[in-house]
């Protein structure tokens, strides 16, 4: 059974904007920090983005003033909402659960994957 599904990837050009969705399980998402990570080529996977149950959010230093968190408990659904896309940001995201992401660096959950291509 899938855990967590992203959707919203594709190819854009810089300035330009995209959102992410990451759809859960009623059970997963209501007790689990959310969080977006993402992999370029070469490079070690890194945490973009985390919001917990309580509402604590961080953001890497790379993405904060672009990049928006954010959680529907209607729909257990988590979203990054990507603006003024650069081509650094080129990379696959992946969504990511847990309750213990912001205290350890500890993921339960992973999504499969989308992939997000900026062109200069």
């Known amino acids: 059974q899938v855990r967590l599904v992203e959707s919203g990837g594709g190819v854009v050009q810089a300035g330009e904007s995209l959102r992410l969705s990451c759809a859960a399980s009623?059970?997963?998402?209501?007790?689990?920090?959310m969080a977006w990570y993402r992999q370029a080529p070469g490079a070690q996977r890194e945490l973009v983005a985390l919001?917990?149950?309580?509402?604590?959010?961080d953001y890497a230093d790379s993405v904060k003033g672009r990049f928006t968190i954010s959680r529907d408990n209607a729909k257990s659904t988590a979203y990054l909402q990507m603006n003024s896309l650069k081509p650094e940001d080129t990379a696959v995201y992946y969504c990511?659960?847990?309750?213990?992401?912001?205290?350890?660096?500890?993921?339960?959950?992973w999504g499969q994957g989308t992939q997000v291509t900026v062109s200069s």
């Open positions: 990511a659960a847990g309750p213990q992401i912001r205290t350890r660096g500890k993921v339960d959950y």
């Open positions: 009623k059970t997963i998402f209501s007790i689990n920090t």
């Open positions: 919001h917990t149950p309580a509402g604590t959010i």
